[in-house]
């Protein structure tokens, strides 16, 4: 169908499902075992309700803010997914132009199949872009990738913490991953066997640990947040190790099955930083990312108190259904969400959408 008769996000996943290959939608809709925390991700957002205010002179609405104190255009990022070539063969550079052009900002993945500079180059002069490490168990790669990110000025450096092994997603291992071709990814020497995820993440080095946040402090000035957070304890060895924020993750239910949703954990980490009399906190930002799909979304987090959220299958399928045009479509429909329902929230600025305005009590009685 026409772009125009595009209404919300999972319309781009309706078509993707139709016109993608069949290995690459089992890799990029695949989650772990029965998928459960997939679906949970999306439906946890239906027991978050709003408490709108009103009367409140809501002619104009902005929605701009600040990540990782850089600027874009609505809070909300395009998270790192691997593997863009097997949506559409300009791979991860849509994603770049698009967030140029609407002034939000993209992690690049460690796996992408873009080269990494083909993806910078891909970018405006001074546009804002972060950066996903997947620690190689050769330390001097890992610092060789790093220290090239930071010269390319890379804004912020998202350590994923929850993949010490690929979770099983079964749909993709089902699908012979033989036609490596379109991807660069170094290591060529790789069991394909077991689908796209088995094949590329054989050198995920799978005994990262707290002590070795230190090593990344001396070897970097970026930065440093841990992607894949999943409980408040977590959340307070990572700010007491000195990173400048964790994205609460479950990996869009890729990885652990029954890990609960992102949305969740959020309530559970800021209640409990409020009683330790941590919050709001200073340097260090909460980001959640998993099943955003709607502006709606996007707000019961900001209000729950996430300073952003990050975004992954919903941009895959859409560039995949469409190639650019359709990211550019998806950040509009994004961007036209946000105003409309902050009028509707009867908030004027991010600032104004508090915990207030949301009731998540039935979020945790499940
Ligand atoms: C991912 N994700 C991911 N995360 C990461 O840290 N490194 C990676 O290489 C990838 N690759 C990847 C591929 C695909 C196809 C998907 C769907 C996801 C996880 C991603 O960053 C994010 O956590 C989730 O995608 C968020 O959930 P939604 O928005 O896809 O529901």
């Known amino acids: 169908p026409p772009l125009d008769e595009i209404l919300n996000l999972h319309d781009f996943e309706t078509i993707a499902k139709e016109v993608m290959a069949p290995k690459a939608w089992a890799y990029y809709s695949s989650a772990a075992d029965d998928e459960i925390t997939h679906r949970e991700n999306h439906t946890a957002y239906h027991r978050v309700w709003f408490r709108p205010r009103v009367m409140r002179d809501v002619s104009k609405v902005d929605f701009s803010t600040k990540i990782l104190g850089q600027k874009s255009s609505m809070p909300l990022y395009i998270t790192a997914t691997a593997l863009g070539k097997l949506g559409h063969p300009d791979g991860e550079v849509n994603l770049t132009r698009a967030a140029g052009k609407y002034g939000v900002i993209q992690m690049i993945p460690t796996l992408a199949s873009c080269s990494f500079d083909e993806i910078m180059d891909a970018a405006n002069p001074g546009q804002v872009q972060f950066m996903q490490l997947y620690v190689n168990n050769n330390k001097e790669i890992t610092k060789r990738i790093v220290q090239h990110a930071e010269k390319r000025g890379i804004k912020g450096l998202f350590i994923t913490?929850?993949?010490?092994?690929?979770?099983?997603?079964?749909?993709?291992?089902?699908?012979?991953?033989?036609?490596?071709?379109?991807?660069?990814?170094?290591?060529?020497?790789?069991?394909?066997?077991?689908?796209?995820?088995?094949?590329?993440?054989?050198?995920?080095?799978?005994?990262?640990?707290?002590?070795?946040?230190?090593?990344?402090?001396?070897?970097?000035?970026?930065?440093?947040?841990?992607?894949?957070?999943?409980?408040?304890?977590?959340?307070?060895?990572?700010?007491?190790?000195?990173?400048?924020?964790?994205?609460?993750?479950?990996?869009?239910?890729?990885?652990?099955?029954?890990?609960?949703?992102?949305?969740?954990?959020?309530?559970?980490?800021?209640?409990?930083?409020?009683?330790?009399?941590?919050?709001?906190?200073?340097?260090?930002?909460?980001?959640?990312?998993?099943?955003?799909?709607?502006?709606?979304?996007?707000?019961?987090?900001?209000?729950?108190?996430?300073t952003a959220v990050g975004v992954g299958r919903a941009f895959l399928y859409a560039y995949s259904s469409y190639g650019q045009e359709g990211i550019d479509k998806a950040l509009q429909i994004l961007h036209d969400e946000m105003e409309m329902n902050m009028r509707l929230l009867g908030a004027r600025t991010i600032s104004e959408v508090v915990p207030e305005m949301v009731d998540a009590t039935s979020l945790t009685s499940h």
Not at 227 to 233: A, I, L, P
Request: proline share 3%; charged share 25%; net charge neutral.
């Open 161 to 306: 913490v929850d993949a010490p092994q690929l979770g099983r997603r079964e749909k993709d291992m089902r699908m012979k991953f033989e036609d490596n071709a379109q991807v660069q990814i170094g290591d060529s020497n790789v069991d394909r066997s077991q689908g796209a995820a088995r094949a590329i993440s054989s050198f995920i080095d799978p005994s990262l640990s707290w002590k070795d946040l230190p090593w990344f402090k001396s070897i970097t000035k970026m930065p440093i947040i841990l992607k894949g957070v999943q409980c408040w304890e977590d959340a307070l060895l990572a700010l007491e190790s000195g990173c400048q924020g964790i994205v609460l993750s479950n990996h869009g239910g890729r990885q652990l099955s029954h890990s609960r949703s992102s949305i969740e954990v959020l309530v559970e980490v800021v209640s409990k930083f409020k009683e330790k009399n941590l919050w709001p906190c200073q340097n260090f930002e909460i980001y959640v990312d998993g099943g955003v799909r709607r502006a709606t979304d996007v707000l019961k987090a900001i209000a729950l108190g996430a």
